[in-house]
């Protein structure tokens, strides 16, 4: 049986997989120095190609693939119906894979690449410097929606997290509010520590101390942690990086009989269905999730008619304030 994979030739060549496969397949498209290394290693590790890895750089299966941190939130499931109906007008269809482990990450994404998709759009945001590597070596293009990389080797679809945390938090200064708290999560989110950076920025503009409040993301652990925070805490202002944290909050101040807005203004970063719901209506900064899912897949389309490698690009889309009941 042989062990030696597609993975390892790579990696040992420095090179990624889609080059390794151009070699088996198209070598005249290669450049002489690296057609000469990938061969001889190949040579060496006795690597024999499947029918799948020769495969890698040519077909076409009409299917992308994308990669959740899980489908419990609301966003998710709101900006994948975005992927999807932009996927169908392109005559893509869609496979979803949940990438909830950490442990086992490096399994999850070679089965992605294993299922022989056209394109990836990457929804992940908490992942190890391996996951990078593997990404880098993968042989299709792949996109973060909503999400951001660590360096700018990858392409994205989203918002400025930074900026519409500043502009928020300086508005709300400028009305008059000196006590402003930020909830974030516990679990490092560059999304979410892009927000806090322009939270910062605001309040250390305005010589405010910046109140950073970690949430591990789970309701009832949350809410204890809440009350607990506002036996000793009466802020003006609370910004919740998740609509899920600015509600769950707005409720526990509600039932300590705190009055909002009179007494506590709540803004959420996402304006999912659930802010509606609210009772009183949360004000949010609209993440345009569903045009944010649609405008990935356009990218992605384009990356994959590409039959050279292209630089990556960074779609920032507009955002907006939706001022409720929550705020005055």
């Given at each position: 049986?042989?062990?030696?994979?597609?993975?390892?030739i790579?990696g040992?060549?420095g090179?990624?997989?889609?080059?390794?496969?151009?070699?088996?397949?198209?070598?005249?498209?290669?450049k002489?120095?690296?057609?000469?290394?990938?061969?001889?290693?190949?040579?060496?590790?006795?690597?024999?190609?499947?029918?799948?890895?020769?495969?890698?750089?040519?077909?076409?299966?009409?299917?992308?693939?994308?990669?959740?941190?899980?489908?419990?939130?609301?966003?998710?499931?709101e900006?994948?119906?975005?992927?999807?109906?932009?996927?169908?007008?392109f005559?893509?269809?869609?496979?979803?894979?949940?990438?909830?482990?950490?442990?086992n990450?490096?399994?999850?994404?070679?089965?992605?690449v294993?299922?022989?998709?056209?394109?990836?759009?990457?929804?992940?945001?908490?992942?190890?410097?391996?996951?990078?590597?593997?990404?880098?070596?993968?042989?299709v293009?792949?996109?973060?929606?909503?999400?951001?990389?660590?360096?700018?080797?990858?392409?994205?679809v989203?918002?400025?997290?930074?900026?519409?945390?500043?502009?928020?938090t300086?508005?709300?200064?400028?009305?008059?509010?000196?006590?402003?708290?930020?909830?974030?999560?516990?679990h490092?989110?560059?999304?979410?520590?892009?927000?806090?950076?322009?939270?910062?920025?605001?309040m250390?503009?305005?010589?405010?101390?910046?109140e950073?409040?970690?949430?591990?993301?789970?309701?009832?652990e949350?809410e204890?942690q809440?009350?607990?925070?506002?036996?000793?805490?009466?802020?003006?202002v609370v910004?919740?990086?998740?609509?899920?944290?600015?509600?769950?909050?707005?409720?526990v101040?509600?039932?300590?009989?705190?009055?909002?807005?009179?007494?506590?203004?709540?803004?959420?970063?996402?304006?999912t269905?659930?802010?509606?719901?609210?009772?009183?209506?949360?004000?949010?900064?609209?993440?345009?999730?569903y045009?944010?899912?649609?405008?990935?897949?356009?990218?992605?389309?384009?990356?994959?008619?590409?039959?050279?490698?292209?630089?990556?690009?960074?779609?920032?889309?507009?955002?907006?304030?939706?001022?409720?009941?929550?705020?005055?």
């Amino acid at each position: 049986m042989n062990q030696i994979k597609i993975y390892d030739i790579a990696g040992s060549a420095g090179v990624s997989l889609a080059t390794v496969s151009r070699v088996l397949n198209h070598p005249e498209k290669v450049k002489k120095v690296t057609r000469e290394k990938v061969l001889r290693i190949i040579k060496e590790k006795g690597y024999k190609p499947n029918a799948n890895a020769r495969g890698l750089a040519s077909r076409k299966s009409t299917t992308i693939a994308i990669v959740v941190p899980t489908l419990t939130r609301a966003s998710i499931s709101e900006m994948i119906q975005g992927i999807e109906n932009s996927a169908k007008k392109f005559g893509y269809t869609i496979r979803l894979f949940v990438n909830d482990d950490l442990e086992n990450e490096q399994e999850t994404w070679r089965e992605v690449v294993a299922s022989s998709v056209d394109g990836i759009l990457f929804m992940c945001d908490e992942m190890s410097d391996s996951i990078y590597e593997l990404i880098a070596f993968t042989p299709v293009p792949v996109v973060f929606v909503n999400a951001q990389s660590k360096n700018q080797t990858f392409g994205s679809v989203g918002i400025d997290n930074e900026k519409c945390a500043y502009d928020i938090t300086k508005q709300m200064i400028e009305k008059g509010n000196k006590k402003i708290t930020f909830i974030t999560t516990k679990h490092t989110y560059t999304v979410n520590e892009t927000k806090v950076k322009g939270y910062e920025k605001a309040m250390h503009e305005a010589d405010l101390e910046p109140e950073i409040l970690e949430s591990v993301g789970v309701i009832e652990e949350n809410e204890a942690q809440y009350r607990e925070y506002l036996k000793d805490h009466r802020p003006d202002v609370v910004l919740g990086a998740r609509d899920s944290m600015a509600i769950s909050f707005m409720n526990v101040a509600v039932k300590l009989g705190i009055k909002v807005p009179d007494e506590l203004q709540v803004i959420g970063f996402q304006n999912t269905r659930y802010a509606q719901l609210s009772n009183p209506k949360l004000t949010c900064i609209d993440t345009p999730i569903y045009e944010i899912g649609n405008l990935a897949m356009v990218k992605l389309t384009g990356l994959m008619k590409e039959n050279v490698d292209i630089k990556p690009t960074n779609t920032v889309i507009d955002y907006q304030i939706i001022w409720r009941d929550s705020t005055k």
